[in-house]
């Protein structure tokens, strides 16, 4: 079993930055692919970027250049840095592990203002 708590969503102005984690508990976490996605009020539930054991696999065309996904496993934590923030980025970021994204976190609420 996996649990999952993200943290450092807040507001920001657009242009500025953040930076997101995801802490998990249980040890085999460091062999878990770990997803960031994202849901904004009234859309879909949208993938975000992709991290594997080892590396980064995926960008969502909106996170590319902007948004950097990485891990420390001795931490058993994932990190979201999001620069360049854009007013469309406001949404509950949630992260997600396993192979099939099957434990979640909670979320953690980002709003960007213009």
């Known amino acids: 079993q996996v649990q999952l708590v993200e943290s450092g969503g807040g507001l920001v102005q657009a242009g500025g930055s953040l930076r997101l984690s995801c802490a998990a508990s249980?040890?085999?976490?460091?062999?878990?692919?770990v997803r960031w996605y994202r849901q904004a009020p009234g859309k879909q539930r949208e993938l975000v970027a992709t991290?594997?054991?080892?590396?980064?696999?995926y960008y969502s065309d909106s996170a590319k250049g902007r948004f950097t996904i990485s891990r420390d496993n001795a931490k058993n934590t994932v990190y979201l840095q999001m620069n360049s923030l854009k007013p469309e980025d406001t949404a509950v970021y949630y992260c997600?592990?396993?192979?099939?994204?099957?434990?979640w976190g909670e979320g953690t609420q980002v709003t960007v203002s213009s």
């Open positions: 991290i594997t054991h080892s590396a980064p696999t």
């Open positions: 997600a592990a396993g192979v099939y994204s099957q434990y």
């Open positions: 249980g040890s085999i976490f460091s062999l878990n692919t």
